[in-house]
């Protein structure tokens, strides 16, 4: 009998070890340095990277949204969860002690009894007490128990750095709503000064319509103008009024109860942010390092799927007492030792197949994993490359915006001296008023990238953990 076990037990160690643990390829080779040109500056190490931006108001709303976000809680009890499951994972690893105690009443109904119900004619009734004290452990032989521990331990680390992950994009979508909410309130303002200076124009036209010395179509062309830049108005208006909404669901709170504060939207400034080394992108992005985390859960799953293969030994003692009345229920105290051994010889291929099962989980968790340091590659260099092709269009922007302005002063004074005709002055006016709102779109942009490269660089968090 113990050479078949031993026989058995070598083929069950052989056929759980015939199949290799999977080599896990390093993560794809980080260039040397950025394609798209950057700042050098030291500011993307900030963890209060929104700071930066010049509003105080928007450190308020950042402060609030931590605080009131449902997300973020959300993703806090998710970490809680985690943190128990470890615990439950980590358990078999000691063992597990048990007391109990019964009392048991039984009567017979009919007939003589039985040996184990010492019944007589006098007293049809057994009553019988017990308690024992039980403690039973598996072995660990194989790693499985440790490995299902490690794996939940990995689990909770990747659910912290999603916590990190959901944080850094609820707070980048605050900054995001704050200043597109500002700039439609600068684009309102301009409208509405359009609108205004449109109306003075009109008023112009009419009075030299009515000296006769407009036509009728130049009165016509300047109505259809103000009417235009009014109909901008409530689209205008919208747009505002649903960025207010966006960002106070972000901040867990209903838009009548939104605050803005008093920052106006040419106050808002972007920082000269640092890029840092792609190589040193690892360990600045929660969501590379909760790809890392998973994966590293991965291959403690196929340690646990390999040792499911193998023999188990199971250790359990047991101390106990009994008696046919209460008061003497631990005057005859016993104890027990038991060792079992258990191994599995068929069960249809499902353990291999639970084997196979992790390892394939593991390849697409390494695949995700690859490709969550691209996808960061990637982001810095878009937030770069949008960050320096909007430098250089404000530049010459700036420059239109001041020819747009200055020629539309020129033919509204020429036309009011009667020395230029109205569709000169018509074409200066559309062209300032676009390019008054072009010069919002751009400063938005503009801030928009820095809060893209701030986000894309992890927006300050590190962490020291070993890379597979």
Not at 4 to 18: F, H, K, P, Q
Not at 48 to 73: E, G, M
Not at 80 to 99: D, H, N, W
Request: hydrophobic share 40%; proline share 4%.
């Amino acid at each position: 009998m113990n050479l078949s076990l031993s026989v058995l037990t070598a083929c069950l160690l052989l056929s759980a070890c015939s199949q290799p643990l999977p080599h896990n390829s390093p993560a794809p080779i980080p260039p040397s340095s950025w394609q798209s040109p950057h700042a050098l500056a030291s500011q993307a190490g900030s963890r209060q990277w929104w700071s930066h931006f010049s509003s105080t108001d928007l450190d308020r709303l950042i402060t609030q949204a931590r605080t009131s976000s449902y997300d973020l809680a959300a993703a806090v009890a998710r970490v809680q969860q985690a943190r128990a499951s470890a615990v439950i994972a980590g358990a078999p690893l000691m063992p597990e002690v048990k007391f109990g105690s019964s009392a048991n009443r039984e009567k017979l109904l009919r007939g003589k009894g039985y040996s184990q119900l010492d019944a007589s004619d006098d007293n049809k009734a057994v009553a019988y007490f017990d308690a024992n004290l039980s403690a039973s452990y598996e072995v660990d032989f194989w790693g499985g128990k440790s490995a299902a521990r490690d794996s939940a331990v990995q689990a909770l680390k990747a659910s912290e750095f999603d916590q990190a992950t959901v944080e850094l994009t609820l707070l980048s979508s605050v900054a995001n709503s704050y200043v597109q909410t500002l700039a439609f309130n600068e684009q309102l303002r301009i409208a509405r000064l359009n609108l205004a200076n449109a109306q003075s124009v009109m008023h112009v036209v009419q009075t030299r319509y009515d000296a006769g010395s407009a036509t009728a179509e130049e009165l016509a062309q300047q109505k259809s103008l103000v009417a235009s830049q009014q109909r901008q108005l409530p689209l205008v208006e919208q747009q505002a009024q649903e960025a207010r909404i966006t960002l106070a669901v972000l901040l867990g709170q209903p838009v009548q109860s939104l605050v803005l504060g008093n920052t106006a939207f040419d106050q808002l400034q972007w920082p000269s942010i640092g890029s840092g080394l792609p190589s040193e992108l690892l360990t600045r992005r929660p969501d590379i390092a909760s790809a890392e985390a998973r994966l590293a859960a991965a291959a403690a799953d196929i340690r646990v799927a390999r040792a499911a293969m193998l023999p188990g030994l199971t250790l359990s003692a047991s101390l106990g007492s009994g008696s046919d009345r209460f008061s003497d229920v631990l005057r005859s105290p016993f104890y027990s030792l038991t060792a079992g051994l258990a191994a599995p010889i068929f069960n249809n291929g499902r353990l291999s197949a639970e084997r196979d099962k992790a390892t394939a989980h593991q390849q697409e968790l390494l695949q995700t994993y690859r490709g969550s340091i691209i996808n960061a590659f990637a982001d810095v260099e878009k937030a770069l490359n949008s960050a320096s092709g909007l430098d250089q269009q404000r530049h010459w922007q700036d420059e239109e915006l001041k020819q747009a302005q200055q020629a539309f002063d020129i033919a509204e004074h020429r036309y009011k001296a009667g020395a230029e005709i109205l569709l000169t002055v018509l074409e200066t006016q559309r062209t300032l008023y676009q390019a008054q709102d072009q010069n919002v779109q751009l400063r938005l942009a503009r801030l928009q990238a820095s809060i893209a490269l701030y986000k894309a660089l992890g927006g300050g968090w590190q962490v020291d953990i070993p890379h597979l």
